[in-house]
């Protein structure tokens, strides 16, 4: 495909991702994807007991470590809106994917039947974890223009804040990437989504930018402590109560996970 060619497929993807229902979509390269923060630093953090996205997973892969498709050029990353007034999109029940990432991965499945269809370009449908062969969706999202990483360690976008759910695919064709877009509200912001964590686990720095080669470690400071998130998380699965979901005969724990630094976020309310 020229270069021509390839712009005008990239927009009217962008244009049949709204159409299969997803609210913001935006391209990655992968050789600036590669170079991001997470793909480069996740490999090298400590791994703790049962947390997920460093897990050694059944791909044999080191943990952090993540698998590129070899036709994989770049990226597209789609997201959902996850609003106040719609908790139930977030929830799992049991081994039930939310609703809201149903919606993800119907469009993102659907693209994969339309692309190929309608243009010289092959596909790939990323899943969700790392270690079963995912990629870190929210550099992606920032490079592609979606939003910037908050206070909250979070992708926060213009028009929905940090209230969105990501998923992404790869093409065979290298787009460029169509962001980082140089949004940052949290320069104006007095820090109200770290202040609401449960946890407190935007308290500290985790680790010292020396030990990865840094000047600074990113996450904005490196004030997100993951393993002191996932306690929350955990407690959040062992505090589950059993219910009947609808069209369901038998009953099953609800998971609400804890979304306070998401909550706390002013953007896009
Ligand atoms: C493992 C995982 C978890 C683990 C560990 C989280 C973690 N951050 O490490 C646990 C279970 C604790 C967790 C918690 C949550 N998660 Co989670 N999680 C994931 C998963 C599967 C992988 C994330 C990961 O391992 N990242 C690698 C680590 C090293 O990076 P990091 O700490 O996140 O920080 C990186 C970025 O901030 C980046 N970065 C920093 N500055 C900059 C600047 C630029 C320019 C760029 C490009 C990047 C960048 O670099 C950092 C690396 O050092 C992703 C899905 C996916 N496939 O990506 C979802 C995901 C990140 N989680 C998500 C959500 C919603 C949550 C929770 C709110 C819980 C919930 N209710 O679902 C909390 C929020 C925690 C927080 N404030 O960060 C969403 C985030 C959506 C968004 N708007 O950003 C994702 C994308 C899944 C989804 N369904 O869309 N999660």
Same mark, same amino acid.
């Given at each position: ?15 049949? $991702? ?23 630093? !996740? ?7 049962? @947390? ?5 997973? *059944?791909? #044999?892969?080191?943990?952090? *470590?993540?698998? =590129?498709?070899? *036709? ?10 996850? +609003?106040e007034?719609?908790? *139930?999109? %977030? ?16 469009? @993102?499945?659907?693209?994969?039947? =339309?692309?190929? $269809?309608?243009? $010289? ?5 990323? +899943? ?33 804040g ?11 064709? +290298? ?8 949004? %940052? ?7 109200? /989504? ?8 935007? %308290? !500290? ?17 490196? /004030?997100?402590?993951? +393993?002191? /998130? ?17 069209? /369901? ?12 630094? #998401? =909550?706390?976020c002013p953007v896009g309310k």
């Amino acid at each position: 495909m020229t270069n021509q060619e390839i712009l005008s497929a990239s927009s009217a993807i962008l244009k049949k $991702a709204k159409q299969f229902g997803v609210h913001l979509g935006g391209f990655a390269n992968v050789e600036d994807l590669k170079a991001a923060p997470s793909f480069v630093l !996740a490999p090298q953090l400590p791994v703790v007991e049962k @947390v997920l996205g460093t897990l050694a997973g *059944e791909m #044999e892969l080191n943990p952090g *470590e993540v698998k =590129w498709p070899a *036709e994989a050029k770049s990226i597209l990353t789609v997201a959902v809106a996850h +609003p106040e007034d719609r908790p *139930e999109l %977030d929830w799992w029940y049991g081994q039930i994917s939310p609703s809201g990432n149903k919606l993800l991965i119907r469009a @993102v499945k659907a693209l994969c039947d =339309w692309i190929p $269809a309608n243009f $010289a370009i092959d596909v790939f449908h990323f +899943p969700y974890f790392i270690e079963h062969g995912g990629i870190y969706l929210k550099d992606a999202a920032v490079l592609a223009g979606l939003g910037c990483i908050g206070r909250n360690n979070m992708v926060v976008t213009p028009e929905f804040g940090p209230r969105v759910r990501l998923r992404a695919m790869a093409l065979s064709v +290298p787009i460029p990437s169509t962001g980082p877009s140089g949004f %940052d509200p949290c320069v104006r912001c007095d820090d109200l /989504c770290r202040r609401v964590c449960p946890q407190h686990a935007f %308290d !500290a720095p985790l680790d010292s930018p020396k030990n990865y080669n840094l000047g600074v470690l990113p996450g904005r400071d490196g /004030c997100y402590a993951r +393993p002191t /998130c996932y306690i929350q998380i955990r407690k959040d699965s062992d505090e589950a109560k059993a219910q009947v979901p609808e069209g /369901c005969s038998e009953s099953v724990k609800v998971l609400k996970f804890c979304r306070s630094c #998401e =909550w706390g976020c002013p953007v896009g309310k």
